[in-house]
């Protein structure tokens, strides 16, 4: 076996999806906690230390309670909340941010995952910025519109099973 990865937040949506992937990997030996075991800090430290690479899929108090317990200095860690994003010794995980950021990404052990809106943002604007055609002080406000996954797993099974009037969105 190759690379040991843990899911921290595994039962998450974002979780659920790693978990999916990494399945049908051969070469990735997933470590797994007990149902009994999700909030125990100390296995959950164990797991995450005995990781080469651990995702952490949590909400952002919950995402840097997690980062503190890695004091293995080999243990890379992916965190999809935005408790990181813009946190000094992390790196952010878009490659097509800037020339040389594929390569810090490659070398980080910590690397923040963009997220789909910052993403589009980013992609749109940099290039702007990059050509001297936005001044890269500019204050720029953009509206984003988000589906029902972005509520997580106890939103999705009721939306999708057609219950709560609240989750759907009102029809013309």
Known sequence: MGYRVYVDGQEGTTGLRINEYLAQRRDVEVLRINPDKRKDPAERARLLNAANVAFLCLPDAASREAAAMVT????CLIDASTAH????????GLPELARGQREKIRAAKRIANPGCHASAFI???RPLVDAGLLDAGALITATSITGYSGGGKSMIAPYEAGGDAKLRSPRP
């Open 72 to 75: 293995n200095p080999g243990t």
């Open 85 to 92: 994003r813009t946190a000094p010794g992390w790196a952010y």
């Open 123 to 125: 992609l749109a604007v």
